[in-house]
């Protein structure tokens, strides 16, 4: 099926997006469309005769444990509601801990690498296959970007990509800026991983801008797609003819002809990569999966996945083999992007409390994982500052304690909750 030139389509931008020429089709977020209404931008679009691709994010299918039916029943209806010929997701874990290592859920509020291990494909693939069968069309997977690497993994990411292909015949949506991010963070060399992975399983291609800081590429999508991506686009292109080509933006979002020039980019760059010579494939012998350990494979992995994201978001010991410096940059990077989605879902909050917003949830969030979502998330830390009598401004702390009961509670904690509270902090920091 070809799909064509795309762009993401997101509510900030979405007149921009129906007026730009040349649009084939676009991908909208799952996780922030009704299951039973859509946008009325995406309605004209549908119209209009333009795909609409739902691209989840929240299904961990990277994960330790098995999908959870309800969000693969949302990504369902979605797709039944678009009436699209495929839906796409991520080879990332999100979440871990619970009943599989009698630990509490952890959420990262963010898409971390899977271990590409042995035990971890396995994993991912039995995940994989329950969430074909619970999808009306054909999914897509996507490598994702990361900034730093797991000790001792058994494949490159070609490799285990190839393998997952060959063992469940999913379709893959190849980032070529998360190659590049790859590249820079990991040390891993893009043509490496074009030569390795199954081109020909490619459903579509995403591009999308970042920025190197401190020698680390962060994949931000809110910036413009640099030269060295498009590189990898060519090179790509060299080798298959992409069905699909997309622009991703999520953040800064630029006047519409800044957008406009980022798609004749990459339309150019993809007529030159067709014309010139095309790149001779190397395919290097597949990965020789040694004989096969006995069971618990869900268990080592969901163990691995929940020390690293402790590490990550409650300040625990970092597990053996991994890099301290770039843990602590993406453990930084999350609870900045924590910050900024809260900020989001309840803007009400920075108005509140004006520019000491970032500083006291960056404060509130250093010994508190989050565990139900960044609502939830929103509802814990204007408590947190209720407890603690914060803001210090009465005025402030009355609109705070109005918004929370208006979502919470009726009465905001007592003095007695409060102190005991506080106490609490002042000896566990939590």
């Known amino acids: 099926m070809r799909l064509g030139i795309g762009i993401g389509w997101r509510p900030e931008i979405a007149d921009a997006v129906e007026a730009l020429p040349g649009i084939d089709w676009v991908e909208a977020v799952a996780e922030n469309l009704c299951a039973d209404h859509l946008p009325d931008s995406l309605v004209r679009l549908r119209e ?9 994010v929240s299904l961990g299918l990277g994960g330790a444990d098995r999908p959870d039916p309800g969000r693969l029943a949302d990504l369902a209806a979605r797709a039944e509601l678009l009436g699209t010929p495929l839906v796409t997701e991520h080879i990332a874990f999100v979440r871990a801990g619970g009943p599989l290592t009698a630990s509490p859920v952890l959420e990262a509020g963010h898409l971390l690498p899977v271990p590409r291990t042995w035990d971890a494909l396995h994993v991912l693939c039995e995940n994989v296959r329950i969430a074909q069968d619970s999808l009306p069309v ?11 690497s797991w000790p001792d993994e058994d494949m490159t990411e070609g490799q285990f990509l190839a393998e997952l292909v060959e063992r469940t015949g999913v379709r893959l949506l190849i980032d070529v800026a998360n190659l590049h991010t790859n590249h820079v963070n990991r040390g891993e060399d893009p043509a490496a991983a074009l030569d390795e992975l199954p081109v020909e399983a490619i459903a579509y291609v995403h591009v999308a801008g970042g920025v190197e800081k401190d020698g680390v590429w962060h994949d931000t999508h809110a910036h413009p797609v640099t030269p060295p991506v498009l590189d990898v686009l060519g090179a790509l292109r060299s080798r ?6 997309l622009l991703e933006r999520d953040d800064d979002f630029p006047p519409a002809e800044e957008l406009a ?49 402790s590490a990550l978001v409650a300040g625990t010991p970092v597990p053996d083999g991994f890099d301290h410096r770039r843990l602590a940059v993406q453990s930084r990077a999350l609870a900045a992007k924590r910050a900024d989605v809260v900020a989001k879902v309840a803007p009400e909050l920075p108005g509140i409390l004006g520019g000491g917003y970032r500083e006291a949830f960056l404060s509130y969030a250093r010994n508190r994982p989050m565990s139900a979502g960044h ?6 830390f204007a408590e947190h500052l209720l407890v603690t009598d914060r803001p210090a401004d009465e ?13 919470a509670a009726p009465r905001p904690p007592g003095r007695g909750t409060r102190l005991v509270r506080a106490a609490r902090t002042a000896l566990f920091g939590k």
């Not at 609109?399 to 929370?404: C, I, Q, S, Y």
């Open 48 to 56: 209009r005769g333009v795909t609409v691709v739902p691209h989840g």
């Open 138 to 148: 054909p999914l897509a997977l996507e490598n994702i970007a990361a900034l730093l």
């Open 240 to 245: 298959v003819d992409p069905p699909g080509v």
């Open 261 to 309: 020039g980022e798609l004749t980019a990459i339309r150019g760059t993809l007529t030159a990569a067709a014309a010139g010579p095309r790149s001779v494939r190397r395919r290097p012998a597949r990965a020789a999966e040694p004989a096969s350990r006995a069971g618990g494979g869900r268990e080592r992995t969901g163990l691995a996945q929940g020390a690293l994201l």
């Open 375 to 380: 609502r939830r998330d929103a509802l814990g």
């Open 395 to 407: 005025a402030a702390r009355r609109r705070l304690t109005r918004w929370w009961q208006e979502r």
